[in-house]
Nanobody
Framework: QVQLVESGGGLVQAGNSLRLSCVAS????????MGWFRQAPGKERDFLAA????????YYADSVKGRFTISRDSAKNMVYLQMNSLKPEDTAIYYC????????????WGQGTQVTVSS
């Protein structure tokens, strides 16, 4: 099994930036994809970005393309989400996820980190 722990959330003013981090532990050799999701109050969890662990292919949701950047440090088993030009509507709990495949459902989830953007 893979365990994930996110960090880096907090309270920021609109227009500022935050970088979220996620460290994976456990059976990390099985990871093929890592991704970032978020869930705002009263809304469903939305996909933000994903990265293929080996080849580094990257995918973004249209809603964050150009503002958010996903990256990885394979040696440290870490994935990052750089978030720029934050808006109040980016306020949500942000989750890191991993899966043992290139498509399909994610197998492991972190506990989430709160991001609050004030206007």
């Amino acid at each position: 099994q893979v365990q994930l722990v996110e960090s880096g959330g907090g309270l920021v003013q609109a227009g500022n930036s935050l970088r979220l981090s996620c460290v994976a532990s456990g059976r990390t050799v099985s990871i093929k994809t890592m991704g970032w999701f978020r869930q705002a109050p009263g809304k469903e969890r939305d996909f933000l970005a994903a990265i293929f662990w080996g080849a580094g292919n990257i995918y973004y949701a249209d809603s964050v393309k150009g503002r958010f950047t996903i990256s990885r440090d394979s040696a440290k088993n870490m994935v990052y989400l750089q978030m720029n030009s934050l808006k109040p509507e980016d306020t949500a709990i942000y989750y890191c996820a991993a899966r043992e495949a290139y498509i399909g459902e994610y197998d492991a989830w972190g506990q989430g980190t709160q991001v609050t953007v004030s206007s």
